[in-house]
Every structure is written in C-alpha cells, then in structure tokens.
C-alpha cells in the first residue's frame, strides 16, 4: 500500500462526515420500516423476516464512502460513525447498533481491500455486500439467538438478506455514485476521476 494511499486529506474527512451523517437519518428511517413490515408479516408468521428485505440500506454507509473516497477504513469509520449518529438521534436497539455498524462496515471494507484499495466498481461493491451479509449473519447468530431457527428460515434469512445487500449497497450506491461522479459533484474523489 503506497504512502500516497494510505494518506487522508481534509476533504476526505468531510466526505466521511457528510456520507455518516445522511445514512444516519437513513438508517433511523429504515428501523421504522422494519418494524412496519414486522407488523405486516406477524399474521403469516414471518416478523423474523422484516429487516431482511431491507437489510442492504443498513450496509450502503461503508459502500458509499468506500466507492467515493477509495482509501483504507473509509467503508468501516463512515458505517461506525453512521451507527453511532442513528443511536444519538434515537435508534430504540441501543448501544448495540454500534456493535453492529462495525460487523457490518469490516464486511463492506473486505470488498475494497480485495484489490489493494484500487479502481473500486462492481467486482469490490458485489465483494463487500456478500462480506457484509456474511459478518452480520454471523453476529445474528450470535446476538438474535439465529441458532434456535430451522434450518429452512435460516436460510431464508441469508438468501433475502443478500439479495438486499446487492440490491442497496452494490447496485443502488454504484448508480447513485456513478450519477454524482457524471454531475461533477465527486470530481476531487477517485471514483469521479474515472468517470471523466
């Protein structure tokens, strides 16, 4: 890893701070969600299933700041901070969620240490949502009890999961990034240098 890499600038820290703050609310709002949808799927039996289906917002934090600024512990610091800013502003999981930003920020930022932190796209985005579903169902298991389901819901709960985390932390960010890179709005930032 060359020094140049490894070295933060001002704006880099900024973006962090903005990209933190933004998911944080997005997070909150998504807390909400589940527990509409719990609500929805209790009479069939599959409250279990809520957050899954929306899982994937939960990990787009560390896909967003990893894709932008493209430097080691962007992914992890930005989902931490965002996880903690949801718990300031009234996340009702407590302390806890901090917890959970750091399992899941540490799967998204295998996706971009997998090429050594260079040129991030799809490959690093797909990368990091299957780490991210990975390290979060194992904290599942062990915080949620997962353990104590059948078989066939676990499996349910880490297929739905992953196609969540596909959908939100790989397809939605890349566009969303992409689209913000052609607006000129990430030119000082590695992901807009290769859209120019």
């Given at each position: 890893?060359?020094?140049?890499?490894?070295k933060?600038?001002?704006?880099?820290?900024?973006?962090v701070?903005?990209?933190?703050?933004?998911?944080?609310v997005i997070?909150?709002?998504?807390v909400?969600?589940?527990?509409?949808l719990?609500?929805?799927?209790t009479?069939?039996?599959?409250a279990?299933?809520?957050?899954?289906?929306?899982?994937?917002?939960?990990?787009m934090?560390a896909?967003?700041?990893g894709?932008?600024?493209?430097r080691?512990?962007?992914?992890?610091?930005?989902e931490?901070i965002?996880?903690l800013?949801e718990v300031?502003?009234?996340n009702?999981?407590?302390?806890?969620?901090f917890v959970?930003?750091?399992?899941q920020?540490?799967?998204?930022?295998?996706g971009?240490?997998s090429?050594?932190?260079?040129?991030?796209?799809?490959?690093?985005l797909?990368?990091?949502?299957i780490?991210?579903?990975?390290t979060?169902?194992?904290?599942?298991?062990v915080?949620?009890?997962?353990?104590?389901?059948?078989?066939?819901?676990l499996?349910a709960?880490?297929?739905i999961?992953?196609?969540?985390?596909?959908l939100f932390s790989?397809?939605i960010?890349?566009?969303?990034?992409?689209?913000?890179?052609?607006m000129?709005?990430?030119?000082?930032?590695?992901?807009g240098a290769t859209?120019?």
């Amino acid at each position: 890893m060359t020094k140049k890499l490894a070295k933060w600038s001002l704006k880099d820290v900024i973006m962090v701070g903005i990209t933190a703050l933004v998911f944080g609310v997005i997070y909150l709002g998504a807390v909400h969600v589940g527990v509409y949808l719990g609500v929805l799927l209790t009479p069939v039996g599959l409250a279990v299933l809520a957050n899954e289906f929306i899982f994937g917002v939960w990990f787009m934090a560390a896909a967003f700041a990893g894709y932008v600024i493209q430097r080691p512990g962007a992914a992890l610091i930005t989902e931490m901070i965002a996880a903690l800013l949801e718990v300031f502003m009234g996340n009702f999981y407590g302390p806890i969620v901090f917890v959970s930003g750091f399992v899941q920020g540490i799967g998204t930022e295998a996706g971009f240490m997998s090429n050594g932190y260079h040129r991030a796209g799809w490959p690093q985005l797909i990368i990091g949502a299957i780490a991210a579903t990975v390290t979060s169902f194992i904290w599942g298991i062990v915080r949620a009890s997962f353990s104590g389901l059948q078989w066939q819901l676990l499996a349910a709960i880490f297929v739905i999961r992953l196609l969540s985390a596909l959908l939100f932390s790989a397809v939605i960010v890349k566009v969303v990034c992409d689209r913000l890179a052609k607006m000129g709005v990430l030119s000082n930032y590695p992901s807009g240098a290769t859209q120019r």
